[in-house]
């Protein structure tokens, strides 16, 4: 056995991080045999300096043994880290026979600028305020270096986003860079290793700085500009070091020069137009004559917002070659991608000087033209004005907007379009693959990769509710229903720990200390409304119970407690929440298409429900962090709203004022039932899924929960019927109709192939796909036990008209995966457990219990499932089983 993958907090990559004393996690790799597992008993860490080989290792400290099984998030040991210093790390670990692991490879961690003290760049602006479709600023200066630099790193932030470059080379691989935070209280800046970079005598630093989310348009019905200042502005440190120990700071400030660029505009929404024209040669290198460039003014900068990265970059993580060029019916130059996807296109252009090459984006088409409605007020359109100088091998890709998209119109392109000219760009945040799930079913495994699809399209360093129109907003709601089955299908443990102290920011500025809907938020305020509200308590206990880290509810407590309390003071003495309107179960498919929020579950139990769960969820949070008085107070608080609920909601019985899906799924998933009332709300549930024709009932807050709900109450099949129906509304539906993303509502296309007449129709939007984690934990049988997967459950359930069904997840301690067929009657399973943990296994024939330890294992047992599809009790109407479809 050893030891691999050594991580400092969440970081892939610890190089500037903003922590001091970083968290240490590691895992194992080797055989381990089933009879008895590997575990940890006991660690040590160490400091090293690596010569010149890997041999030539000193120890610089040791932690000594350290008697623990922990090997996720274990406590730095050492002295903290200053700014810029970088060590070497090595650990190593005993298993339970006293038997030692080698050393760990040693790994690097360097810090970043920890201290407001440590930044002597000042911030350069533009000379007058740019509007909206003016030219994007550039900026340079020049400097000299001296001979023999040992270590170079530019540290750099912007109003903005930015692409900077030293010497002609564009710095780094990221787009839209530093990101898009909560710029009232934390400005993210980079850290680069540019050594390489430098060279002895003149360089030249050269950025462009594009308005980005910090001043350019954001939000629906025309939004707002200029929302967190009126002016693009850059911060550029560059620190070198040279071999004779002495050093150099190249920095912005006075001297530094600013011009229009030949980015003549650039928005989020709209796209971005370039004159190769106008593109000064040279202008990025040394020599370039800019005295005709005016002098960039120096602004105010608040430098203790100034944030390292939490999690990762955005970075461009695939590239798509297009399926089909075609003629539409009006006679436009189509391109189809053959995925729904959120990036840009780049092209190979040509032409004579002056052609003006038009690429305007949608994600579907109606009539055999773009779909352009569902974007609203969005031109998402790119321009590209040819130089007539272009060479075969010349490239360009728009830097500072994305687009969502299938389809693209290409309009004045010299010649015919052939499909190696242009190519899609995949961009989102580079987080690391996690989670994978297959079966015998291709729907369902066509659904399960537009859930994927559609999380990649949303998680552009904030989880937007859509990649496409004029929102792309951090809706809070959307991510809080999501938070399991991200967390399983990418390691957004750092992405949304960043995001969640925007979050937390943003509540805690309020004096109601309520969180914003959206965040960052462009705006539009503080409403205390249920279920988005409730992200401040849910996703983060979400993400504990994925990633078990303790820090991240510490970090949020008083977040959560304010929330909880502020909800207990608008429900009032009868703890019932109804003193306003809710948006509730959004997008339940009975809702008009200028309704959205016109559900069959009243929205009042919603929130009281959700008031309980969240009463509940802080209640096991203080138990966690040892805080026995207040897990006392909010354990009592949500045991009296259930009471309340229960009164105000629930007949003796069980039935359940809304007599809707969404209402019994979160009174059983929720606990706010007896056990008498379970039985008969259970039976009521699977009444309604039958009399509902095995269509889907649910909106936002009722869809992850419904299936679930089914399970637990004993029909599984039933579940499976509900996720097996292809007609509309049903989460296969959309598939039928050739979707590649999760749909903002189960009919964002008409059956006819028209888009849904309502003004909200996205094609990209992830809230619908939370039914993966119930593919995850329910139907491939794999889930946490314990916090971070210390321990695991493998429990899967087969059914429906599934043979065989598998999944795979990297869990923080190594590799988990559970899968299944059914042949014959007979059940077979294979699980793997990674080392340092243990799983609980349930057979679904009902025998005891077993225990495994890390390795793999296989069981074979006679099954037969219960009779699919499910009988309808007698009375209830319901349609024939349909064959499912081909994928179109």
């Not at 050393?103 to 407001?116: D, F, K, M, R």
């Not at 006392?632 to 809707?660: C, H, M, W």
Request: a negative charge.
């Amino acid at each position: 056995m050893r030891i691999v993958d050594l991580r400092f907090e969440h970081h892939r990559e610890p190089f500037g991080i903003g922590e001091a004393s970083p968290r240490l996690s590691w895992r194992f790799a080797g055989t381990a045999t089933p009879a008895s597992g590997w575990y940890q008993s006991a660690y040590e860490i160490r400091e090293v300096q690596v010569g010149d080989s890997p041999r030539d290792t000193t120890e610089a400290w040791t932690s000594g043994r350290i008697e623990s099984s922990e090997s996720q998030l274990v406590d730095w040991p050492g002295t903290p880290l200053a700014s810029r210093e970088r060590r070497q790390v090595q650990v190593r670990a005993w298993d339970r026979n006293g038997t030692a692991t080698e050393w760990s490879e040693p790994h690097t961690v360097e810090a970043g600028l920890l201290a407001p003290d440590d930044w002597t760049a000042e911030l350069i602006t533009t000379q007058e305020h740019l509007g909206e479709g003016d030219p994007v600023p550039a900026f340079r200066n020049e400097f000299r270096v001296g001979r023999d630099v040992s270590k170079a790193r530019l540290y750099v932030s912007s109003h903005g986003a930015h692409e900077l470059r030293l010497n002609g080379a564009v710095v780094g691989d990221h787009v839209l860079a530093p990101g898009w935070t909560s710029y009232r209280h934390r400005l993210r800046y980079e850290t680069h290793d540019v050594t390489g970079l430098l060279r002895e005598g003149p360089n030249a630093l050269a950025a462009l700085v594009a308005e980005g989310w910090f001043r350019g348009r954001i939000g629906f019905g025309g939004g707002k500009r200029d929302i967190w200042g009126d002016r693009s502005a850059l911060l550029v440190q560059l620190e070198i070091a040279y071999a004779d120990g002495s050093s150099q700071v190249v920095r912005t400030g006075e001297g530094w020069r600013t011009a229009p660029s030949a980015v003549r505009s650039a928005s989020i929404y709209d796209g971005e137009v370039y004159d190769a024209r106008l593109e000064p040669t040279g202008w990025t290198a040394p020599g370039y004559d800019d005295s005709g460039w005016a002098l960039a003014p120096v602004a105010p900068l608040d430098r203790s917002r100034l944030v390292a990265p939490v999690g990762p970059p955005m970075r461009r993580t695939e590239l798509v070659e297009p399926v089909k060029v075609f003629t539409s019916p009006s006679g436009k130059t189509l391109v189809d991608f053959g995925q729904n996807l959120v990036g840009r296109i780049r092209l190979r252009p040509k032409g004579p000087a002056g052609t003006e090459i038009v690429l305007r984006h949608a994600e579907v088409l109606e009539d055999g033209e773009l779909g352009l409605r569902p974007l609203r007020l969005v031109k998402a359109e790119d321009r590209y004005i040819t130089a007539g100088t272009e060479s075969a091998a010349t490239t360009w890709e728009p830097s500072f907007t994305f687009h969502g998209f299938r389809y693209a119109q290409v309009d004045n392109w010299p010649g015919t379009l052939e499909p190696g000219d242009l190519t899609a760009v995949v961009v989102h945040s580079d987080m690391a693959r996690t989670g994978w799930f297959e079966c015998s079913h291709p729907l369902v495994n066509q659904l399960h990769q537009n859930v994927v699809w559609g999380m990649r399209g949303n998680f552009l360093d904030v989880p937007t509710d859509c990649p496409q129109r004029d929102e792309r907003l951090g809706w809070t709601g959307d991510l809080q229903v999501f938070a399991p089955t991200a967390a399983y299908l990418y390691d957004c443990s750092g992405t949304l720990a960043s995001w969640l102290r925007d979050v937390s920011a943003e509540q805690l500025s309020f004096p109601e200390r309520t969180p914003p809907l959206t965040v960052p938020d462009p705006g539009m305020g503080n409403a205390a409304l249920a279920v988005w509200g409730d992200v401040v308590t849910l996703a983060p206990w979400a993400l504990y119970e994925r990633f078990g880290d303790v820090d991240l509810l510490e970090r949020h407590y008083e977040g959560m407690t304010a929330w909880v309390d502020r909800v207990h003071e608008l429900a009032g003495d009868d703890l019932l929440w109804t003193d306003r309107w809710q948006i509730g179960d959004w997008l339940d498919p009975s809702a008009p298409p200028d309704r959205p929020g016109d559900a069959r579950t009243d929205g009042h139990l919603v929130a009281t429900a959700h008031f309980a769960r969240s009463a509940q969820v802080v209640a096991q949070v203080a138990e966690v962090l040892g805080r026995t008085d207040d897990a006392k107070k909010y354990t009592a608080l949500a045991e009296q709203v259930r009471e309340a609920f229960a009164a105000e909601y629930v007949s003796p019985n069980g039935r359940i004022s809304s007599d809707a899906q969404t209402a019994y799924a979160l009174a059983l998933r929720f606990g706010l039932l007896s056990e008498t009332q379970r039985t008969r709300a259970g039976t009521r549930l699977a009444e309604l899924v039958h009399m509902g024709g095995y269509h889907i009932g649910t909106g936002f807050v009722g869809t992850p929960l419904v299936n679930d709900a089914l399970t637990d109450v004993g029909e599984v099949q039933l579940a499976y019927r509900l996720l097996l129906e292809t007609t509309c509304p049903s989460f296969l539906y959309p598939v039928t109709m050739g979707a590649t993303t999760v749909w903002e509502r189960w009919d964002s296309m008409l059956p006819d192939g028209t888009i849904n007449p309502g003004e909200m129709t996205s094609f990209n939007h992830y809230a619908l796909g939370a039914v993966a984690d119930w593919l995850h934990r329910v139907v491939a049988g794999l889930a946490p036990a314990s916090p971070g997967y210390r321990r695991l459950t493998v429990r899967p359930r087969p059914g429906g008209e599934l043979s065989w069904a598998r999944t795979e997840h990297e869990t923080p301690y190594g590799r988990a995966s559970a899968g299944w067929t059914l042949k014959d009657g007979v059940f077979d399973l294979r699980i793997e457990i990674p080392p340092n943990t243990t799983a609980e296994v349930h057979l679904p024939d009902g025998t005891d219990v077993f225990e495994a330890g890390s390795g793999v294992h296989e069981y074979s047992v006679p099954y037969a499932p219960d009779t699919y599809p499910p009988v309808c009790p007698e009375g209830l109407v319901f349609p024939s089983l349909p064959s499912p479809p081909e994928p179109q």
